[in-house]
């Protein structure tokens, strides 16, 4: 699969999207998870061919769940900054865990076999499951790719504490400055309040 080209990427981010709005009361879907839920476990293939859940992590903290994809220019301008959150967070106790929602056959790109080129690619240092029969993503009630929910693990569960977007900028991350994902995983972290626990996803819409 050949390499994205950074020109392409941004001429696509920039066609019909004229502002990027932060909604403080957005919620994902009437079904999907909302602020304070228990989100339910789940086992999916990783790349690796090893199945995955988030009961396999043991010492964790909670979890930074994301849907994303292969083909869809969001998801591929947000590559870096998902393994720099993982590098960040990871020895913290909140790794990232990527699911891939997309129908394969709606987007060949998007299939298991190169799902393990685009992460051997880019030096994935995450797990990234494939959503198979696209069970997972209506549970959580997620739109886009990419999509972020950070998980609190408790003793009731895992608590869903934060839904939406990475920062506030799609096309360049040196030019986001605020950073709802990092604030929320810190204010988790330090014991405080999360800053803002829902923001708008922008992204690709998931292919079903």
């Not at 604030?183 to 690709?204: R, W």
């Amino acid at each position: 699969m050949k390499t994205f080209h950074k020109l392409t990427i941004l001429t696509f981010l920039a066609i019909g999207i004229s502002a990027f709005t932060v909604i403080s009361n957005f919620t994902s879907t009437d079904n999907g998870y909302k602020i304070g839920d228990v989100a339910t476990d789940f086992k999916l293939k990783n790349i690796d061919d090893k199945w995955v859940s988030l009961a396999d992590y043991k010492d964790a903290k909670g979890f930074i769940v994301v849907f994303t994809c292969n083909h869809c220019p969001f998801s591929v301008a947000y590559e870096d900054r998902l393994i720099a959150l993982d590098k960040k967070y990871k020895s913290k106790g909140y790794p990232v865990i990527a699911l891939n929602p997309n129908n394969p056959e709606k987007y060949p790109s998007d299939n298991f076999e190169n799902m393990k080129i685009r992460a051997q690619e880019k030096g994935f240092t995450f797990p990234y499951l494939v959503d198979e029969g696209q069970k997972i993503f209506p549970q959580y009630g997620a739109t886009k790719t990419p999509h972020v929910y950070i998980l609190e693990k408790t003793t009731r569960g895992n608590i869903v504490k934060y839904i939406g977007t990475i920062d506030n900028n799609y096309q360049d991350a040196d030019k986001a400055d605020k950073h709802y994902v990092e604030n929320a995983v810190d204010a988790l972290l330090s014991g405080s309040k999360i800053p803002l626990s829902e923001t708008k996803a922008i992204g690709c819409s998931i292919k079903v």
